[in-house]
């Protein structure tokens, strides 16, 4: 069992920067690949960024490419977003999610894929 608890969320100016950390406590032993996911009001939950346990493989939602960089810290247990030029259509609240894997190239980019979810951290972008 890991647990997962977000942070760094807010509220910004569109253009504006913010970034997220996802810190994990638990059973930490274990190799897991992470990734981000954010779900506006009325909408369903969907994919932002994955990066694999070994950190060398990231991939992005076409809708951040460019803008958002996932990465991590294994020694501390910790994985970031790193968001830059926000719009108001990233208001949404952000969600961390953890993978148990034994491949430390691969990511997962589906809700289905992860076993452990935070509790979500909002954020909003004004225009």
């Known amino acids: 069992q890991v647990q997962l608890v977000e942070s760094g969320g807010g509220l910004v100016q569109a253009g504006g920067s913010l970034r997220l950390s996802c810190a994990a406590s638990?059973?930490?032993?274990?190799?897991?690949?992470m990734g981000w996911f954010r779900q506006a009001p009325g909408k369903e939950r969907e994919f932002v960024a994955a990066?694999?346990?070994?950190?060398?493989?990231?991939v992005y939602a076409n809708s951040v490419k460019g803008r958002f960089t996932i990465s991590r810290d294994n020694a501390k247990n910790t994985v970031y977003l790193q968001m830059n030029s926000l719009k108001p259509e990233d208001t949404a609240v952000y969600y961390c999610a953890a993978e148990p894997t034994i491949y430390g190239s691969r990511y997962y980019v589906a809700t289905n894929e992860y076993d452990y979810w935070g509790q979500g951290t909002q954020v909003t972008v004004s225009s």
């Open positions: 990066i694999s346990w070994s950190g060398t493989n990231t």
């Open positions: 638990g059973r930490t032993s274990n190799n897991y690949a």
